[in-house]
């Protein structure tokens, strides 16, 4: 049997005040912990001190819950693959930093975008910076040689999103990056509702395999083939259903449909 968790993602501006109301719901329905939104709007801000992280994990546990992931708020302040090397350095110190909060709060996981080639994200939010290609794809490989002592002290994956702001749209290439890095805790974080917008989740899955720390799906999404594609692969990471909590009728499905044949 696999170690895959199902998460909740937690990714709207929820206030302390609504935090346990949402906790029990994604109790009741059957997950296993949830995701987190670290940055503006989110549950937690990035300077967050020790005692305030430890508390927010403390708080799900009462409810039979564990904060599994992070998802960083996309912002250049975190591009850590931007070619501008003043920006990419003080983003990869961002990271660093966040990572030590990822590790207070008992997650496994941090989920970031690394790269904006200036193409405006699906919400319509402006770009922000310009760079090539390739000068992005460097720098990238680059941060994540970087951040894997820091991934290692924590015991934190950094999970790398594809699909976003025209940056690694191949799977292939994709393979190739987490590969040259070469190690388990640098791995991939796909969502499928993005890399739909390019191609077929399935392939991307198929194509990536073990190097996948985390898989997000929609709630509701009609998702059969990406279940399949789980199982086959033997999915063993987080799987994160994403808008309005999930129905536990639902996430039995993805239970049942990515860790047992059919």
């Given at each position: 049997m696999y170690d895959m968790r199902i998460l909740a993602g937690i990714h709207s501006d929820v206030g302390p005040e609504l935090l346990p109301e949402r906790l029990a719901e994604v109790r009741a329905a059957g997950f296993d912990g949830v995701e987190i939104v670290l940055g503006a709007?989110?549950?937690?801000?990035?300077?967050?001190?020790?005692?305030?992280?430890?508390?927010?994990?403390?708080?799900?546990?009462?409810?039979?819950?564990?904060?599994?992931?992070?998802?960083?708020?996309?912002?250049?302040?975190?591009?850590?693959?931007?070619?501008?090397?003043?920006?990419?350095?003080?983003?990869?110190?961002?990271?660093?930093?966040?990572?030590?909060?990822?590790?207070?709060?008992?997650?496994?996981?941090?989920?970031?975008?690394?790269?904006?080639?200036?193409?405006?994200?699906?919400?319509?939010?402006?770009?922000?910076?310009?760079?090539?290609?390739?000068?992005?794809?460097?720098?990238?490989?680059?941060?994540?040689?970087?951040l894997r002592l820091d991934c290692e002290r924590s015991g934190v994956v950094a999970g790398v999103i594809p699909c976003h702001h025209g940056f690694l749209l191949s799977p292939p290439e994709f393979r190739e990056l987490i590969d040259r890095v070469n190690s388990p805790l640098l791995a991939a974080a796909l969502d499928c509702s993005a890399c739909g917008r390019v191609g077929d989740p399935v392939d991307w899955i198929f194509t990536l395999q073990h190097r996948l720390a985390a898989v997000v799906v929609e709630a509701g999404a009609g998702s059969a083939g990406v279940r399949r594609a789980l199982r086959e692969v033997r999915f063993d990471g987080s799987l994160i259903l994403t808008g309005d909590t999930a129905a536990a009728d639902e996430v039995a499905a993805w239970r049942e449909g990515v860790l047992r044949p059919s």
């Open positions: 709007g989110g549950v937690v801000e990035p300077n967050a001190p020790e005692e305030a992280c430890r508390a927010l994990a403390e708080q799900a546990e009462r409810y039979g819950l564990r904060v599994g992931s992070v998802l960083l708020a996309d912002s250049p302040q975190t591009h850590t693959g931007s070619a501008d090397g003043k920006r990419c350095h003080r983003a990869l110190e961002k990271v660093r930093d966040i990572l030590h909060r990822c590790a207070w709060l008992g997650a496994r996981v941090v989920r970031w975008v690394p790269a904006n080639l200036g193409i405006p994200a699906a919400d319509g939010g402006a770009c922000d910076e310009a760079s090539s290609y390739q000068e992005s794809l460097n720098a990238t490989y680059l941060s994540l040689e970087t």
